[in-house]
């Protein structure tokens, strides 16, 4: 026997410890399992949005001088960038959310999934950098002057 070689036992540890490596449990890389986590924090963000306008709308028949100046507070400029975080949240979760219904009820979906994935970024950025630009104008318009 070699001095090189190592027992059954030794060989068989050290394959189950690189294979624990390499199926770890943090999975890195895969752009589907990056959907997957933003489809998941962009939906549970949409929903408390949606908690936090319902709770503000309800003051209006609780206290109206209390639902003015929570309205008061939603035009200052944090609250603007907040806005279009939200406005790409939910743009995100609506597009991945067609592409998952793809994937799941069309035959070539599986096949194509991660094609889709990119035309929904492409389809995304196109969106949102006009958007973003026109929900941020009054805001940059305030802040540094101009019409």
């Keep these: ?18 294979a624990s490596r390499r199926q770890g449990t943090f999975y890195r890389g895969d752009p589907g399992m990056w959907s997957w986590v933003l489809h998941r924090i962009t ?12 709770l503000d709308t309800a003051l ?9 100046q929570v309205i008061e507070t939603y035009k200052t400029p944090i609250v603007n ?3 279009v975080g939200l406005v790409g949240a939910v743009l995100f979760h609506a597009l991945n959310g067609i ?18 994935l990119w035309v929904i970024g492409v389809v ?20 540094f002057g101009g019409n």
């Design 1 to 18: 026997m070699s001095t090189t070689a190592s027992t059954a036992p030794e060989a068989g540890a050290s394959d189950r410890a690189g």
């Design 43 to 54: 939906g549970v963000l949409t929903f408390f949005f949606l908690f936090v306008h319902v």
């Design 60 to 68: 209006v028949r609780v206290s109206p001088n209390t639902y003015d």
């Design 81 to 83: 960038l907040l806005e």
């Design 99 to 116: 592409r998952v219904m793809l994937v799941d009820f069309w035959s070539k979906g599986p096949k194509l999934q991660k094609a889709m």
């Design 124 to 143: 995304w950025v196109v969106v949102m950098v006009p958007g973003a630009f026109f929900m941020l104008k009054r805001t940059v318009e305030t802040l």
